[in-house]
């Protein structure tokens, strides 16, 4: 088989589709045949360097994909040879093959074709696992996402009006922020124009979001704290504006707030499939019906990974971008 292998840490240029040996799926493991991966912003940082997989994980990137089981390995049941699937994966999603843990396995939704299921596991986990089952986002309370167009932003903004949330979102266009609109985002906030503190503060009549689900990390750590309610929630999953800040301690306190931070790729599989699991019984029946969608914005070639990833350090995408292996 072909994967997309990195010799040298580098720019989009380091990604090298070469011939590489075939996985073989150990006990509890199915062998997909890959018909699609996605790109992510942690695949940009392996390239580079700086996030490694997991021990005992593919050495290639992607973290999502889809297709159809190839093989099942010893110990799993429940799945059978040909069923179209899509996965969370720790690594290895950038090729034409991958072997999973039957416990990161979901069936394509209804309604969605195999290659566009892989727009699906990493953003849906990635928001069900930290609006949902950590920060315990309710009907009724807001919820501000930073980066609304992104693939996890275009996800949070359905799944929460889904369960009768309010949304607000940032973005830095004008066609950003539109289309988030018409996802159903109630507020929007162009980042490069106004303040987005003051802006919930006006939306909210001085509460305030009461989820906060944050891509940026340190550059927004300060005022994402003030953007809180009472009782608020910051959810950080990213680190786009670095990684050290300083955090006022008495303004958390007075706001009752918290702060998690969390990841998906080195959790224990154990808890990869308890999330898998929640998905698959609170949001894919949403997709399964309709009213909620992924979001892709474009399909390249998997051989031609790295326009992939100058499209994300652009930020010029909305929604998902898919590397298609062509079967």
Same mark, same amino acid.
């Given at each position: 088989m072909h994967a997309i292998t990195i010799p040298e840490p580098g720019g989009p #240029?380091?990604?090298?589709? @070469?011939?590489?040996?075939?996985p073989v799926p150990g006990e509890g493991e199915v062998l997909v045949e890959v018909v699609a991966g996605a790109v992510n912003r942690a695949d940009l940082l392996q390239r580079q360097g700086f996030y490694d997989p997991p021990p005992g994980s593919s050495p290639y990137p992607g973290l999502e994909c889809s297709g159809r089981i190839a093989e099942i390995g010893?110990? +799993?049941?429940?799945?059978? +040879?040909?069923? *179209?699937?899509? @996965? $969370?994966?720790?690594?290895?999603?950038?090729? *034409?093959k991958v072997a999973v843990p039957a416990g990161q396995l979901l069936p394509v939704p209804a309604g969605?074709? +195999? /290659?566009?299921?892989?727009? %699906?596991? #990493?953003v849906v986990c990635t928001v069900w696992s930290n609006v949902f089952m950590v920060s315990q986002l309710r009907p009724g309370e807001t919820l501000l996402v930073h980066g609304g167009a992104s693939g996890i932003g275009t996800m949070a903004i359905q799944l929460a009006k889904a369960v009768g949330a309010r949304v607000a979102v940032t973005a830095g266009s004008p066609e950003k922020l539109r289309f988030c609109g018409e996802l159903g985002a109630d507020f929007l906030i162009d980042y490069r124009e106004q303040d987005f503190v003051e802006e919930? /503060? #006006?939306?909210t009549a001085g509460a305030g979001a009461d989820v906060i689900l944050d891509i940026m990390g340190a550059k927004y750590l300060e005022r994402n704290v003030r953007? $809180?309610?009472?009782?608020? /929630? %910051?959810?950080?999953?990213?680190?786009q504006g670095g990684t050290? @800040? #300083? $955090?006022?301690?008495?303004s958390l306190l007075r706001k009752r707030g918290a702060v998690t931070a969390t990841s998906l790729r080195g959790r224990p599989a154990s808890e990869k499939a308890a999330i898998v699991a929640a998905v698959r019984e609170h949001v894919w029946p949403l997709i399964d019906s309709g009213r909620v969608r992924p979001v892709v914005d474009r399909e390249l070639p998997m051989r031609d990974a790295a326009a992939g990833h100058r499209t994300l350090e652009e930020s010029s995408h909305i929604g998902k971008v898919l590397l298609v292996t062509g079967e």
């Open positions: #240029e380091a990604l090298i589709w @070469a011939p590489v040996p075939d010893p110990g +799993v049941s429940g799945w059978a +040879v040909g069923d *179209e699937v899509c @996965a $969370l994966l720790s690594g290895g999603g950038y090729a *034409e969605v074709d +195999v /290659r566009t299921a892989a727009a %699906l596991p #990493e919930m /503060r #006006e939306v953007a $809180l309610a009472t009782n608020g /929630r %910051l959810a950080i999953i990213g680190m050290k @800040a #300083e $955090l006022d301690i008495a």
